[in-house]
């Protein structure tokens, strides 16, 4: 478990309202330690699960890439090649089932 936004305040960036779920693991054992702390995701099918991170606030894989990269990371801006490079590495992680490619065909997913 990571606290998101390690290299920037993700929270205030995004804007809105804190919610509960904001807190993360902090909502379950009340240590300080402890906010804004969120499970590492299985990137597994990660083309297909949108929208993103806990809030479900990012759409695109694009764009989670970026927030990644810009809260997670001390890159912090990293070029559109890199992010495509990456979503390109991400979708090669969509699994097939009885032999087809999984799809997704859930518009919240889109
Ligand atoms: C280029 C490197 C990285 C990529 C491509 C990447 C990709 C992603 C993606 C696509 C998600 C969304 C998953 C989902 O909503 O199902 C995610 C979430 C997350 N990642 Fe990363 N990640 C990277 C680096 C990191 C690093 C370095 C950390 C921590 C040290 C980290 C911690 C997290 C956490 C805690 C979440 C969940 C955040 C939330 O739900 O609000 N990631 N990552």
Same mark, same amino acid.
């Given at each position: 478990?990571?606290?998101?936004? &390690?290299? #920037?305040? %993700? *929270?205030? =960036?995004?804007?809105? $309202?804190?919610? +509960?779920?904001?807190?993360?693991?902090? /909502?379950?054992?009340?240590?300080?330690?402890?906010?804004?702390?969120?499970?590492?995701?299985?990137?597994?099918?990660?083309? &297909?699960? #949108?929208? %993103? *991170?806990? =809030?479900?606030?990012? $759409?695109?894989? +694009?764009?989670?890439?970026?927030?990644? /990269?810009?809260?997670?990371?001390?890159?912090?801006?990293?070029?559109?090649?890199?992010?495509?490079?990456?979503?390109?590495? &991400?979708?090669?992680?969509?699994?097939?089932?009885?032999?087809?490619?999984?799809?997704?065909?859930?518009?919240?997913?889109?």
């Amino acid at each position: 478990m990571e606290i998101m936004g &390690l290299e #920037g305040d %993700y *929270f205030k =960036d995004r804007g809105g $309202k804190l919610t +509960d779920a904001d807190e993360g693991r902090y /909502a379950v054992t009340h240590e300080a330690s402890d906010m804004n702390r969120f499970v590492v995701p299985n990137l597994r099918n990660i083309e &297909l699960t #949108g929208p %993103y *991170f806990h =809030d479900g606030s990012v $759409k695109t894989l +694009d764009e989670a890439v970026r927030k990644m /990269a810009r809260y997670q990371t001390p890159d912090q801006n990293i070029s559109d090649q890199d992010v495509a490079d990456i979503v390109a590495f &991400l979708k090669t992680l969509t699994g097939r089932y009885d032999g087809k490619l999984l799809t997704n065909s859930n518009p919240a997913a889109k």
